[in-house]
């Protein structure tokens, strides 16, 4: 740790991944110190930024100076915002960009941006050339507790959400919770929801903690939010460390996400519904699945629904605009999932709170069963 980054209160975590290893750093002025944590872990003092265009007019310069300062040669690049860009068209764009820019085998790309520009970079970098060096600088809650840590990456098709990618790992990840400051609360609202998946996987008193502490953590508390950020990151990166391919226990981290995705196919990817609001729907029917089966019981399900309601998360489908939901439908979606094995789809269910578990054991008939309650209600 350097002597700018003591005097800041930074919390070092590391990824332990043997010759890919690596270290997230969270806490405030990261993006003002960029340029010193960068310089420390790059093959050549030659980077290209990309962020969004929500992003670059607050934190483009910032991090440009702070490469600038230390002696690294920085070019910026700036894409449109939103879940749409992580396509097949803007992989492209990107791509031939950065040949344009004649960047080397050792020339790192910098994400400055949500899970959006995170997943969208850290592919290109895993593609182009081959494979170059990048850098996370997560600036939304969700990509600070989840996306930019754990070398997923990758692009949507018109098939489905994430079904093209590489597990690609960063370099460093540099989450600077002042970035969060400028998150609208609905961003920051939807990234929460990927909070509360740690506790409800495997950490009961974190999500104890969590009915406590979420609303002050979503109002803007440093404290609560550095606290709940790094147990997020701890976690992430003991279960990335112990199952980096998402052989075993990583699918855990796919709580509420099957029923999610097909939330999100069917509102087109769009501002109708975001990820993380499609995360948290998903995790209340992961509960409502598990309680109807008897597998949890029915005081879990409603203390994980209460919480949801109070903080503002949505817990059904009665407010997404314009969609003409059907089972049948949303089925179909989750029958494209990667998990789906020997043509069964694979959900995260749940025993208790803070007690997840993989499953292909249900039947469609009972998904679709309650996806009609859903539907109706
Ligand atoms: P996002 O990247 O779209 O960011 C949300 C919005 O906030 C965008 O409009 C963005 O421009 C804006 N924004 C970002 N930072 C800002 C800031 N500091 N101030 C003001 N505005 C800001 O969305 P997201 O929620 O960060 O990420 C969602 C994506 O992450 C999804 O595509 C999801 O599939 C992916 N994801 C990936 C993983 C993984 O392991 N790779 C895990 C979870 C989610
Ligand atoms: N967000 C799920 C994972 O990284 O595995």
Do not use: C, E, M
């Given at each position: 740790m350097n002597a700018s980054s003591a005097t800041k209160n930074i919390e070092t975590l590391n990824v332990a991944l043997g010759e890919r290893s690596y270290d997230i750093l969270v806490g405030p002025g990261l993006i003002s110190d960029a340029g010193l944590h960068i310089a420390n872990v790059i093959p050549q003092p030659r980077v290209v930024v990309v962020t969004d265009e929500n992003v670059a007019p607050h934190y483009l310069g910032p991090i440009m100076a702070s490469l600038k300062n230390a002696n690294i040669d920085a070019t910026a690049i700036t894409l449109p915002a939103g879940e749409e860009s992580k396509s097949f068209a803007m992989l492209e764009e990107l791509s031939e960009s950065l040949l344009e820019l004649k960047i080397e085998r050792t020339t790192t790309l910098i994400a400055l941006g949500g899970g959006v520009i995170g997943d969208l970079v850290g592919f290109a970098a895993a593609v182009t050339l081959r494979g170059i060096p990048f850098i996370q600088v997560p600036t939304t809650l969700l990509s600070q507790v989840d996306s930019s840590v754990g070398g997923k990456t990758g692009i949507n098709s018109r098939l489905g959400k994430n079904l093209v990618g590489a597990f690609y790992q960063p370099l460093l990840v540099l989450a600077d919770i002042e970035t969060l400051d400028t998150l609208p609360r609905r961003e920051v609202l939807a990234g929460y929801a990927e909070v509360v998946k740690y506790g409800l996987i495997s950490d009961a008193g974190f999500f104890d903690w969590l009915v406590d502490n979420g609303a002050s953590l979503i109002d803007g508390d440093a404290g609560a939010r550095i606290h709940a950020i790094i147990t997020s990151c701890k976690a992430k990166a003991k279960i990335v460390a112990e199952d980096e391919l998402e052989l075993?226990?990583?699918?855990?981290?796919?709580?509420?996400h099957t029923f999610g995705h097909a939330l999100e196919a069917e509102t087109g990817y769009?501002?109708?519904?975001?990820h993380g609001e499609s995360v948290a729907i998903g995790s209340i029917m992961a509960f409502d699945a598990s309680q109807r089966t008897g597998l949890c019981r029915v005081e879990d399900f409603e203390k994980v629904r209460s919480h949801f309601e109070s903080i503002g998360l949505?817990?059904?489908?009665?407010?997404?605009?314009?969609s003409d939901w059907t089972a049948s439908r949303l089925l179909e979606h989750m029958s494209r999932d990667k998990k789906v094995k020997d043509g069964k789809i694979t959900f995260v269910l749940v025993r208790a709170i803070g007690d997840a578990f993989v499953t292909s054991d249900i039947s469609n008939d009972a998904v679709a069963g309650m996806l009609e309650d859903y539907i109706a209600n």
């Open positions: 075993g226990v990583r699918a855990l981290l796919n709580l509420g769009s501002d109708k519904l975001l949505p817990v059904g489908l009665a407010h997404i605009k314009g």
